[in-house]
């Protein structure tokens, strides 16, 4: 009998929603296999059962011909925010219980982070990483506790192009040295591309599983969507002039140089790309008022940004990880939606008494708008997949008419259906007037949406101008490590850069 992971009939519940209906599959280890579907189709749902996390509930999982040991890279990375990440490290590979070798241990981890090409501090707190370094950490944590059978569930959403070829090319190094992988992803070509296999999920149900080599992209969006796949999304008038709303004014960034000097008009819409680790995590955590800039300032609409107002100046964060900088876990859908709108009507009365059908009420509508897979909005916020917690986020975040819009990866972890509607949720609110900022891994969204595209390279921004942004974009982004911005303060042009 051939070595595999034998999934026979599994059906995953939560409640009485079926996010897992009856999957059967066979996976041979020694190949990647690649898990598509759109949000809430049940992907993270079976990795959570395939590793233990939660039993299915009916139907069963086992090894045909040889078992392997397996490790799950979860959505969220899983790891701890308040530890370093040596100490991440220490706890995921295990070993002596009573004493670890630390010098040992340093010399694997900097071999393990390495064959990602992943240029992190083993000292720097898990807390101040940017999501997609987290993500370099949780496989490399697996790597060395000797999982021979990886369960990643979506390892390049929030990855650059470049970043994510590295971080795959180096899970075909492992496949290929002995491992097997199964990789939940909404990024078709990344993961055709390396794939062995592509199994499709639709509403929790198997319906499709065939050879990577003899599939296209557009057989996968198909199964996935049932249809074509989506009209492109129609162009976005030119930004019009208008007054300056965000200003940000001689800003430095923890641990950087600086400074930073930009200005967003009314119904502009700013695109930053950058490798991690460059600046954009703090940018945003700066201007969600998460963290303190060293020097510099922010003024929205003429006042200063500070003292965490931002949100009563017209600010609005879509963040990361909405599970946890953004909404609570444990409290229900309709709950978050209004978490920052609770006391005022007609959410409640005059005299603060919560009004639970307006609550409901809304929620639902937002629920059918965004196409959440849920069926009562009481459900709990943590039972939704990562790229509906996301979906609802921006829902929430650009309701009514924000000032400015800071958005950090707002289609990470989305399948292209959802992706797009965000991204028309985005150009709505810019048409409507808000300032926008985007920081994303998406070179394509941030080259064809922006009216203005800019690289942030060791936390300085570098304005991309040219009939190929998105070309001139990745040679910047490739050169971050080596470039240094001139000491200008105001954004410098790409080209300049690039030819001296």
């Given at each position: 009998?051939?070595n ?6 599994v059906t ?20 990647i296999?690649?898990?598509l579907?759109e949000?809430g189709?049940g992907?993270?749902s079976?990795?959570?059962a395939l ?26 990375a899983?790891?701890i925010?308040?530890?370093?990440v ?5 706890l ?9 070798n ?17 240029n ?10 940017g999501?997609?370094q987290?993500?370099?950490?949780a496989?490399?944590?697996l790597?060395?506790s000797?999982c ?11 990855l650059t192009?470049?970043e994510?070829d590295?971080?795959?090319?180096g ?11 199964l ?12 794939a ?15 050879a990577?080599?003899?599939?296209d992209?557009e057989?996968i969006?198909?199964a996935?969507f ?6 492109r999304?129609p ?17 430095v ?9 930009l ?6 819409m ?12 703090q ?7 998460f963290?303190l800039a060293?020097?510099g300032?922010i ?5 200063h ?15 990361e990880?909405?599970?946890?900088d ?14 920052h709108d ?10 603060a008494?919560?009004?639970g059908?307006a609550?409901?009420?809304?929620a639902?509508?937002?629920i059918?708008?965004a196409?959440?897979?849920v ?8 039972w939704l ?9 921006v829902?929430?975040?650009?309701a ?26 985005l150009?709505?609110?810019?048409q409507?007037g808000?300032?926008i900022?985007?920081?994303s891994?998406?070179l394509d ?6 009216d ?8 300085k921004?570098?304005e991309?101008?040219g ?7 990745i ?6 490590a080596s ?13 300049s850069?690039?030819?001296?």
């Amino acid at each position: 009998m051939s070595n595999s992971l034998a999934i026979e009939k599994v059906t995953v519940r939560y409640a009485d929603n079926i996010a897992v209906d009856a999957v059967s599959l066979d996976l041979a280890c020694g190949k990647i296999h690649a898990l598509l579907g759109e949000n809430g189709a049940g992907k993270s749902s079976l990795l959570r059962a395939l590793a233990g996390v939660h039993a299915p509930d009916s139907g069963r999982i086992f090894f045909a011909g040889g078992r392997q040991k397996m490790g799950l890279m979860r959505q969220d990375a899983g790891l701890i925010a308040g530890m370093s990440v040596i100490e991440n490290l220490a706890l995921a590979c295990g070993g002596n219980r009573w004493r670890i070798n630390w010098r040992q241990l340093r010399r694997r981890a900097v071999q393990a982070l390495a064959r990602q090409q992943a240029n992190i501090d083993l000292d720097c707190a898990v807390e101040k990483l940017g999501f997609g370094q987290r993500q370099q950490v949780a496989l490399a944590g697996l790597d060395l506790s000797g999982c021979q059978f990886l369960l990643l569930d979506e390892p390049v959403a929030a990855l650059t192009p470049v970043e994510a070829d590295a971080f795959l090319a180096g899970i075909r190094q492992q496949v290929d040295q002995g491992a097997s992988a199964l990789i939940a992803s909404h990024r078709i070509a990344e993961i055709l591309a390396v794939a062995d296999h592509v199994h499709v999920l639709r509403a929790g149900r198997l319906v499709f599983s065939g050879a990577a080599s003899s599939t296209d992209a557009e057989q996968i969006r198909q199964a996935i969507f049932a249809q074509p796949a989506a009209a492109r999304l129609p162009s976005r008038p030119s930004a019009m002039p208008g007054a300056t709303i965000l200003d940000i004014d001689d800003l430095v960034l923890p641990g950087f140089a600086g400074p930073i000097n930009l200005q967003v008009a009314a119904g502009e819409m700013i695109g930053i790309a950058g490798m991690a680790g460059n600046g954009q995590n703090q940018l945003i955590e700066i201007l969600a008022g998460f963290s303190l800039a060293r020097t510099g300032t922010i003024r929205i609409a003429g006042k200063h940004l500070a003292g965490g107002n931002g949100r009563k100046l017209g600010m609005r964060c879509i963040v990361e990880d909405p599970l946890a900088d953004a909404c609570m876990a444990d409290m229900s859908i309709a709950e978050n939606l209004v978490v920052h709108d609770y006391r005022r009507p007609p959410y409640a009365s005059r005299f603060a008494i919560l009004q639970g059908r307006a609550i409901a009420a809304h929620a639902n509508q937002v629920i059918a708008r965004a196409r959440l897979a849920v069926q009562r909005s009481s459900d709990l916020f943590c039972w939704l997949s990562g790229g509906n917690q996301r979906k609802l986020l921006v829902e929430r975040e650009l309701a009514g008419n924000p000032a400015v819009v800071v958005a950090l990866n707002p289609t990470a972890g989305l399948d292209s259906a959802s992706a797009a509607s965000v991204v028309e949720c985005l150009d709505q609110a810019c048409q409507r007037g808000a300032a926008i900022l985007i920081c994303s891994e998406d070179l394509d969204i941030l080259a064809e949406r922006a009216d203005r595209l800019m690289v942030m390279s060791a936390g300085k921004l570098l304005e991309v101008s040219g009939p190929d942004r998105r070309r001139l974009a990745i040679e910047l982004m490739c050169a971050g490590a080596s470039t240094q911005a001139p000491e200008s303060s105001q954004p410098t042009t790409a080209s300049s850069l690039l030819s001296g």
